[in-house]
């Protein structure tokens, strides 16, 4: 696997996204990604936020595809009352 370094092709930008999808939305704008190791520091996997914005695309609209109906969640009320 080749050691691909990513390159910040766009302005930085601190903390003003109204939500994580607007922050990875942004960030799948350049060549930017993660990198993973192992144990042993060796480079596992290389992901760019182009390829996981495609992937959660692709994913939501399979989701979507099966027509799931909205349910009331059966788990424990977490709200603080």
């Not at 914005?53 to 603080?80: Q, V």
Request: glycine share 4%.
């Amino acid at each position: 696997m080749s050691n691909k370094i990513f390159t910040h092709s766009l302005p930085m930008r601190y903390a003003d996204f109204p939500t994580l999808v607007d922050a990875l939305d942004y960030a799948a704008l350049s060549s930017a990604g993660m990198n993973f190791y192992d144990r042993r520091c060796q480079l596992e996997d290389q992901l760019e936020y182009q390829t996981l914005k495609a992937r959660a695309e692709a994913g939501a609209k399979r989701l979507l595809s099966l027509n799931l109906k909205k349910r009331r969640s059966r788990g424990a009320d977490c709200r603080n009352e």
